[in-house]
């Protein structure tokens, strides 16, 4: 047979003996006449090379994987909080931002909760009318959410008088790391509440006043290394001169929506 490339003849084999090039097989197994150079055997047609293709993620699917993320990290962050809240807050700044806003919102939505499925259980009212969970639960929380805020922006004031060099998200991430113990005390009686045990409002008294210590102690892991400035025990009375300001405001307010809910379905 011949090789089609350097016209060399030879008795058989699959390789020319001269250049090298491989000879082409034919359908019943034995070499033919035709050779195949060796850079050319190796294809791969369209259709191959777009089945190998990367598959790219769906922009729903990176939501997902986003969620997933902020969930997983979130998790982690409540329970160094749970587990060792002076330390693990005193190590929390502005990278902690999104997580001590979780927190607040937690926080400001359980109250909220507890009230709603408490009008929810009574048997005078649970089976008479429907309850409108934004007038009960979204309203409430928005404002307590706006007061808890505000008392975050006066612990900030508060620091930045001391001297303190901070940005108001470390101030805000801090914040939220010390009340997740209360919102833990929150979320335990929420769950409480629902299996009916009496204990719950135990956990609802200890979570609702968490909210004032958490401003003591949030100032003076700023300023407890910066002795110029505005003393710390000024600090606090001054947050808690605003506390007191936002509660007769906001407090107004609230009982407000509550008085409009109830009457809107309490003919009495």
């Known amino acids: 047979m011949q090789c089609v490339k350097c016209q060399h003849e030879q008795q058989g084999g699959k390789f020319c003996v001269k250049c090298g090039s491989r000879f082409e097989m034919e359908i019943g197994g034995e070499p033919g006449a035709a050779a195949v150079p060796a850079e050319t055997v190796p294809y791969t047609s369209q259709s191959q090379q777009a089945s190998y293709q990367p598959v790219q993620p769906q922009p729903s699917s990176q939501h997902v994987e986003t969620a ?17 809240p002076t330390n693990s807050s005193q190590a929390v700044f502005g990278d902690q931002f999104v997580n001590g806003l979780i927190t607040m919102v937690l926080y400001a939505i359980s109250i909220p909760l507890m009230i709603y499925f408490a009008l929810k259980g009574l048997p005078m009212l649970g089976g008479m009318v ?20 505000v008392i975050a922006i006066t612990c900030f004031a508060a620091i930045r008088l001391g001297k303190s060099v901070v940005t108001f998200k470390d101030v805000f991430a801090r914040f939220g790391s010390f009340l997740v113990v209360p919102t833990g005390f929150l979320i335990v009686a929420l769950i409480l509440s629902l299996l009916g045990v009496e204990l719950s409002f135990l956990f609802l008294a ?6 004032f210590l958490v401003v003591p102690f949030t100032i003076y892991s700023f300023k407890k290394d ?6 710390g025990v000024y600090g606090t009375f001054l947050t808690y001169l605003v506390i007191i300001l936002l509660i007769v405001l906001i407090g107004d307010v609230l009982l407000g929506q509550l ?3 109830m009457s809107s379905f309490i003919p009495f």
């Open 68 to 84: 997933k993320n902020v969930s997983k990290m979130y998790v982690n962050f409540f329970l160094k909080g749970l587990k060792n």
């Open 130 to 149: 429907e309850f409108s969970f934004s007038d009960v639960v979204v309203k409430p929380a928005f404002y307590y959410l706006l007061f808890i805020a």
């Open 226 to 231: 910066v002795p110029s400035g505005l003393d």
């Open 259 to 261: 008085e409009e809910a």
């Open 206 to 211: 200890f979570g609702f006043l968490g909210l």
